[in-house]
Structures are given as C-alpha cells and as structure tokens.
C-alpha cells in the first residue's frame, strides 16, 4: 500500500475472477482504486491472492469501457439515453411476445452477475415474459457437475468444503490446471503435497501440479470415463473398496461390477493410452489413503460424455466411502468463474428455479407462485445452444445476454453470430464493446464487480458479500437495476428494491437458502449452502448422514465408455484442446485491459517438438489451425508440456479465432461444449 495516504478507505469484498472466491480488501484513494489487497482473515484465501485478483482491476478506468448505452440505428450502434434505450428493448420485448407467444424471448444470464443479479434476471423471464428461457454460462462449463453430482450424491455442488479436502492425505486431480486457473486452491494444494500428502494427476498436459504427482496419468482426450471405469476395476479387484459403506449407503454395485468387468487395465490402457502400472499405482494411492479427496475441473465436464465422467468419478468416492464420511474428502469441483456456482444456485436455468427445484414439479412451482404471484409456467425453457438453434430458425425473435461475450466463448462461434445476427432483438448488458455486442440492437453498459453490491457463490459452495469499492463510471448502471428498470418500463414491479431484498426473497423461496442473508454474511464472513436455518451454520460437508436422493444412497452409475465426438484422422490428425492461463481470465475482456496483459501479451498454439518437427513448424512463428468447423491462427510455441498428437491453447484472446474451430458437440446430457476434443491440422500461414 505505499504511496496510498490516510485519506485510502478499504472495502472488503469477494474477487470477481475465479471461482475460489477469495476476499480481497480494495483500497481507494480520491474515488480511485489505488490497491487490491488479499484480505488475511478471508476464509478461502487465507491472505493470499493472485495475479488476477490482485493486479488485474485497470479494466475499470480503461478509455474502452462503455458509459452510455447504445441503440443501434441505420445499421450503426449510436448513443442512447437510458429511457430511450429501455423503452426500446421493452417495446421489441413485447413485439416478440406478441408474434411468437413468451417462448419467443429468452435471456442467458452469466457468473459476471452477482446472485441478486441472476435471481433478479430469472424472476423477470418467469414473471415479466412467462417463460423458462433463461440459462447460464454454466451451460458451457460445469452443467455436467450439476447433472451428475446431483444423480450421484443429490445436490448441485462439490461435495466438501476446501477446507476440509486440504487434510486429504491422497488427492486425486483430474481435469484441471489450478495452479494457473485457480492459483490461490493450486497453492494450498501444492503446500498439502508438500506436507507429506499423495498427489495422483490425471491430465493429458503436464501441468504444474503433475510436476509434484506421484503418479502422472495422461489418457487421450475424451477417455475419462474408461480411465475412471479402469481406477474403479482396480479398487474392486484388489479389494479397497469399503463394503460396509456400499452396503448401508450406496446403490448400484452389482451393475458397476458388471459394467466394470470389460475395464482391466490392458483394456484401459489401450483405450486411453495410460501404461496399465500407472493405472494400478494410482489406483492404489487412492484406495489406500485413509482420507483421500477427488479435486477436478473443466477437463472432467467439457466432453461428450462429460456427466458420464463426473458420475464415474464420483464412483471412485462412493467405493471407498470417501464421500458423506469422516474417511475422506468427496468429489469437488474447480469452479472456472467467480460466481457461476451462485449463477445456477439462483435459477438461472430453464429447467429449475432458485435452489434446484424442477419446473416440471406443481409443488416447487406453487410455492414460487405464493412469492411471486403469478403462474409459473410448467415447461423447461432453452438451453443456450437450443437459443441459438432456434434463433436461427427464426422462431427467437429476443434474446437478453447478460455479461456474457457469447461470440467469443461459445463453441462454434461463427454459428453464433448466426443466429444473433438472424434475431430481430438482440440486447446486450457489457462493460466493453464486444463481440457479441458488436452483434447487438441495444447495448446497455453495467457496473463491474469492484461497483456492485450483492453475493457469490464460490466453488466450494460458500456465499460471500460483493461490495462496491468505487462508483460505476459515466451512466453505467448495475444489471440489478436495469433488469428492475426495464421490468417497470414494461409495467411490472419486481419488488426487490435492494439487493439485500433479493436474496432475502430468494431465502423464503428456496429452503435450502432460507438461513442466508446479507446481515449474516456482513457478521459472519462466509456461510455455505445448505443452510435452511439462520441460527445453524450452513453444511460445509455434505450427507454426513444421508445422501439427498430420493432413496438416501450414494447412487453408483454404470455407465459405459463411449468415443468422443471428434477423433483425429489423416485429415486433422491432432486433437486441440483449449483451457485457461495464469495472467488471464475467460475472455480476457477485463485482463487484456490492464498490467496483465504485459505479463501474458499473446496466446500461442503449443504443441509437442515431435510434432513441430512433423508438421515442419517453428517455435514463434505464426501457423494456421484449421479444424472441420473454422480457421484460427496463432503462435506457435514448441512445450513437451502437452503430449504428442495433440495441441493446446486459450481462450483469452478471441481475436485468434480458436472458438471457430471448436465443434457442436456437446454433453448427452446437459448440452455442455465439447471444448477439451477437437480435431485440428497445423499448416503454415
Ligand atoms: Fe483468488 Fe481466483 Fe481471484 Fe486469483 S482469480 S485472487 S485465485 S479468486
């Protein structure tokens, strides 16, 4: 804080990148951010930040930020007043009820809102448009978390809190970088390892935990689910399963055991490309660990069969009843954004409402109904990429993006643009001009974090206060007050004067919210969900006594293995996947903005030297990546960091193109991306 004097006041609050959700204290001089500090006493972060969280908030004052709204006229996006601007998206909004009946309309709402946000945002579709149509950005990361673990275990998040997984003595992580996706976690993983726990890694890339593994596992993209089935074989086989859990607590085992007999190690091996003594070594790490805990991420869900692989993982846990126990610490996810946790939790989903009731449920509906006072409607509405379908077919005429830059992050993002472009009313909630609102008929510029007031959710479920630091600039307003701005403009009070009032009425609604509220988190910090009762703390770990099915039992699935759905051929002969980096965030639209961009100036394309020598490239130089769906172009970099036969590279700079290369293939089950398999070819420029 040198060179910050006595006038500096500080507001405590809960970073706005990733999803770990640590407690930063903002330090502001003369209206000004003049530091960010990670908050000693903050429950997940321990005093600790990284290089997002701390150093990345020069977005704020950048000359690009948007400070008035814009209203596209004659082709060209031209400064509006905010009545004008909401007048004119109320209007479209009612003209494409009024062709198309309220499924015509659909918003997607993001982690970049707070859960008042979101809460508010799902209120308005449900009660100002009378549709289920809104989603969020969860759709393109963990909705297979939500899908699976929920079938697995009974609730819609990571199973234990951090806490707890950092006394794991076996750690088993899967899928995920977190040293540079989730530095603070990666670094209390690191110290864990450290200290004298087991580390096994499954990964295809050497990232920078698999450095300190015991056991490195790298299966070909796409494979998880046999690798998982071939741990699970192992468990069985060599007796570490702990029966008299599976008997008084879980479900499934004669049909896992069955399933499980056609993955012996050599089978595994073949499949995924894992050497079978790997296989066996770290499946012994973590059969005979005394509390061993599941961490994964993206490189778990982003896949075909991405809920198969959170479900088969979670078999792990189940077999050794290293979930709802003393005995070890759960399958727990490595939330990619700030509040995309909070964004589902809210009901900012088309087939659920705030706190994971089904639409289709009359008693989750009538209960919403008693609240609200209108009529919920009973039909699942859209999921992202059925939006876009339908927008392309002409039967979305209005489309709401709240903070989401959908053209850059979504896959096969020429189809996007497609379908923005074919939508009559395409409104958009940004800090910048971005792709997606260069797309846009309105564009209505918003706080960002650092200036709002509300909640997250972070990864291990823990609810946490957002508080405004400084004022948003010019007429920026926050995505609360616009989404209850325009629902006035459309004649409907949404109630919820404040913030504080939306998650209240969110507690009444949802029960397993009911013991949350903002004077709770201003005394007490941090509480997890469930929390049902204002006088009991909130689960940390979950089912210690029961899992939340309907039967009460840890639900084993036997699910077979089955191919991605893009394999490499003579044609596009690697396979590419995509993932975060240290300096930046998802699309880099706030850290490109600032001192990080200095620190990560470029993306680059790595690939394997014995494929630089293949294809006749050169560390530095700019190569072309062409898959069956778009073109990208990038630099290459040479790095035994990712195996051969395949290539990796970010998101963070959508000018490259690399979402125009990623497929429509998505997860069975929840319409998740295939982002982690795509079937590329390297060519000169
Ligand atoms: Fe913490 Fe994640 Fe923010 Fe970094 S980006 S400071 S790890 S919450």
Redesign the pocket.
């Known amino acids: 804080t040198s060179g910050v004097g006595p006038a500096a006041a500080r507001t405590r609050t809960t ?1 706005g ?6 407690a ?1 204290d903002v330090v502001t001089q003369n209206g000004e951010v003049a530091a960010v500090l ?1 908050a000693r006493d903050g429950p997940v ?1 321990h005093g600790h ?6 150093f990345s908030h020069g977005f704020r004052t950048s000359p690009e930020r948007l400070t008035r709204p814009l209203l596209r006229r004659g082709g060209t996006l031209e400064p509006a007043g905010w009545d004008e601007a909401l007048a004119h998206v109320a209007r479209g909004l009612r003209a494409a009820v009024d062709a198309g009946g309220p499924d015509a309309v659909a918003a997607i709402s993001s982690a970049r809102a707070t859960n008042e946000d979101n809460y508010l945002v799902q209120k308005f579709m449900r009660v100002v448009i009378g549709t289920n149509n809104v989603d969020n950005c969860s759709r393109l990361c963990h909705s297979p978390s939500a899908a699976g673990l929920t079938a697995s275990f009974g609730l819609s998040g990571g199973t234990d809190s951090f806490d707890d997984v950092e006394r794991a003595d076996c750690l088993l992580v899967v899928g995920a970088n977190p040293v540079e996706a ?4 990666g670094a209390r993983l690191l110290n864990r390892v450290l200290h004298g726990a087991k580390l096994v890694v499954a990964d295809p890339r050497a990232v920078g935990l698999a450095l300190h593994a015991d056991v490195h596992l790298r299966p070909r993209p796409g494979t998880n689910v046999a690798l998982f089935h071939g741990l699970a074989h192992i468990l069985l086989a060599e007796r570490l399963a702990d029966e008299e859990f599976l008997r008084a607590r879980a479900t499934g085992l004669p049909e896992l055991t069955q399933l499980l007999a056609d993955y012996p190690p050599d089978r595994v091996a073949d499949i995924t490309g894992v050497p079978a003594p790997d296989l066996v070594a770290a499946a012994r790490l973590y059969g005979r660990a005394e509390r061993p805990a599941i961490v994964y991420g993206l490189g778990v869900t982003e896949h075909l069969h991405g809920t198969d692989g959170v479900r088969s993982l979670a078999n792990l846990a189940i077999l050794r009843g290293a979930v709802g126990t003393d005995r070890g610490y759960g399958v727990n996810p490595l939330r990619g954004q ?1 509040n995309v946790q909070g964004a589902s939790d809210m009901g900012a989903l088309p087939d659920l409402l705030p706190g994971y009731g089904k639409v289709t449920d009359p008693a989750v509906r009538s209960r919403a109904e008693r609240v609200w006072g209108v009529t919920v409607p009973a039909r699942p509405g859209l999921r992202i990429p059925d939006m876009f379908a339908a927008a392309r077919a002409g039967d979305l005429r209005a489309l709401w993006v709240i903070g989401e830059d959908v053209c850059a992050t979504d896959p096969d993002a020429s189809h996007v643009a497609q379908a923005l472009d074919a939508c009559p009313l395409v409104v958009c909630n940004e800090l910048f001009l971005s792709e997606t609102a260069r797309h846009a008929d309105v564009v209505l510029p918003v706080a960002s974090w650092l200036e709002k007031d509300g909640t997250f959710v972070n990864f291990d479920r823990r609810f946490q206060r957002v508080r405004p630091a400084v004022p948003p600039p010019g007429e920026t307003r926050t995505d609360f007050d616009i989404v209850r701005a325009l629902a006035k403009a459309m004649g409907v009070d949404l109630g919820c004067a404040t913030p504080a009032d939306a998650l209240a009425e969110c507690a009444r609604l949802a029960p397993v919210f009911a013991g949350l509220s903002h004077d709770r988190l201003d005394h007490e910090g941090a509480v997890p969900w469930p929390c049902p009762d204002p006088d009991r703390p909130g689960e940390a770990k979950l089912y210690l006594e029961r899992f939340a099915t309907p039967d009460g039992l840890a639900h084993l699935a036997a699910t077979p293995y089955l191919p991605p759905g893009e394999e490499p051929d003579d044609s596009y002969p690697l396979v590419l996947v995509t993932g975060r980096r240290w300096a930046h ?1 998802n699309s880099g639209s706030m850290t490109r903005r600032g001192g990080n961009l200095a620190l990560d100036p470029v993306d680059f394309l790595d690939l394997h030297p014995d494929d630089a020598a293949r294809y006749e490239v050169r560390g530095g130089e700019q190569v072309t990546v062409e898959s069956r769906h778009g073109r990208a172009r990038l630099i290459a970099r040479v790095s035994e960091q990712t195996a051969p036969g395949q290539v990796f590279c970010s998101f963070h700079f959508p000018a490259s193109g690399i979402n125009r290369l990623t497929s429509d293939h998505a997860d069975t089950v929840t319409s998740c991306p295939e982002y982690k398999v795509t079937a590329v070819r390297v060519a000169p420029p």
Request: glycine share 14%; aromatic share 10%; charged share 10%.
């Open positions: 970073c990148y990733c999803g770990v959700g640590c930063l990670p972060n930040a990284c290089v997002k969280g701390r989730h530095p603070v976690v700030n965030y």
